[in-house]
């Protein structure tokens, strides 16, 4: 019982949403409103700043790994939650009471009641067994 408990603590406490994203920052006023490559030498027409080209890149990447890792979190959340349900329906049945006459206590118990009166039954027919012949 002890290990079913230890299992739904430790199935309820990793059973976890990944954390939310940040909200996207307010845009700035004058902000180019989409990435405008720029040569050298070449002006904006538009506010902004200016990455080097393989940070873009890097973010791109770093950015799609998060989505993966993301998708891969999901999945063991739920699976997770999958086996927590399983162990509370475990817990659950232990905790079920056994009927009264599918306890292996009652049927001892019974047997020996039974075994008892026997006992003193036949104690009693020996004892009128002796009284009758004398």
């Known amino acids: 019982m002890s290990l079913l ?5 430790l199935s309820s ?7 939310k994203r940040p909200d996207l920052s307010d845009p700035v006023d004058g902000q180019c409103a989409e990435a405008i ?6 002006t904006a027409i538009c506010r902004g700043v200016l990455l080097p080209t393989s940070w873009v890149a890097d973010y791109e990447l770093s950015e799609s790994h ?28 232990e905790r079920k009471p056994v009927p009264i006459l599918d306890r292996k206590t009652t ?11 026997a006992v ?10 002796v009284e009758d012949k004398q």
């Open 37 to 42: 490559p720029l040569k050298e030498g070449q």
């Open 107 to 117: 049927w001892a118990g019974i047997g020996a009641i039974l075994g008892s009166a």
């Open 120 to 129: 003193i039954g036949g104690g009693y027919v020996i004892v009128a067994a």
């Open 66 to 93: 998060l989505e993966k890792v993301e998708r891969l979190y999901r999945l063991d959340t739920t699976y997770l939650e999958v086996q927590l349900e399983v162990t509370q329906k475990l817990l659950l049945e």
């Open 13 to 19: 406490s990793a059973a976890k949403e990944p954390p």
């Open 5 to 9: 408990m230890a299992m739904l603590l």
